[in-house]
T-cell receptor
Framework: GNSVTQMEGPVTLSEEAFLTINCTYT??????LFWYVQYPGEGLQLLLK?????DKGSNKGFEATYRKETTSFHLEKGSVQVSDSAVYFC?????????????FGTGTSLTVIP | EAEVAQSPRYKITEKSQAVAFWCDPI?????LYWYRQILGQGPELLVQ????????DSQLPKDRFSAERLKGVDSTLKIQPAELGDSAMYLC?????????????FGNGTRLTVT
């Protein structure tokens, strides 16, 4: 079956530190991969995506590369800011019948301190 | 940018009462999802619609939860009777049908508190 495993948190970093949040997946087919971010009291927002092997998704300084050989999609940012404090979810989707089915990790809470 | 609309934003109800949530997806998005998110956890799929048809409700507690999308556009999720364990965030999302790389677009959710 399909599943996503995320690095457990919480993660606390100082401003301008390097961020890595690990994500690995198991899929039966050829999934698309996503990172979502959730700020307190809000819904999830798409951060970035990659749809095939070796694709790199990027947005707002965040990057993640679709690694089929290691079934991974780790999230990275070179220099975090206080405003990056949020919960981050890794997800995959497959379309066995045309409609997308999504599978989420358990989320990693990030706190950035000044 | 188009958004998924949800209401109400917050709902407080007593156990054994009925409660309903409403969702209007992004125009043109044929696939609609209802998720439940308990604090500190990831979203859990309750029900998935393709147009007006349910395509996955395997995790929906059908003795108390119901969902409909009568005209294939907006949707209502109902809980009757509510229990204390139903306190959670209820998120609606939508995506394009037939587009493998189409992401989920989420609303801001309804925060339900059952007392």
């Amino acid at each position: 079956g399909n599943s996503v495993t995320q690095m457990e948190g919480p993660v606390t970093l100082s401003e301008e530190a390097f961020l890595t949040i690990n994500c690995t997946y198991t899929a039966t087919g050829y999934p698309s991969l996503f990172w979502y971010v959730q700020y307190p009291g809000e819904g999830l927002q798409l951060l970035l995506k990659a749809t095939k092997a070796d694709d790199k998704g990027s947005n707002k300084g965040f990057e993640a590369t679709y690694r089929k050989e290691t079934t991974s999609f780790h999230l990275e940012k070179g220099s975090v800011q206080v405003s990056d404090s949020a919960v981050y979810f890794c997800a995959l989707s497959e379309s066995p019948w045309g409609g997308n089915q999504f599978y989420f990790g358990t989320g990693t809470s990030l706190t950035v301190i000044p | 940018e188009a958004e998924v609309a949800q209401s109400p934003r917050y709902k407080i109800t007593e156990k054994s009462q009925a409660v309903a949530f409403w969702c209007d997806p992004i125009s043109g998005h044929a696939t609609l999802y209802w998720y439940r998110q308990i604090l500190g956890q990831g979203p859990e799929l309750l029900v998935q619609f393709q147009d007006e048809s349910v395509v996955d409700d395997s995790q929906l507690p059908k003795d108390r939860f119901s969902a409909e999308r009568l005209k294939g556009v907006d949707s209502t999720l109902k809980i009757q009777p509510a229990e204390l364990g139903d306190s959670a965030m209820y998120l609606c999302a939508s995506s394009l049908y037939g587009a493998r790389d189409s992401p989920l677009h989420f609303g801001n959710g309804t925060r339900l508190t059952v007392t």
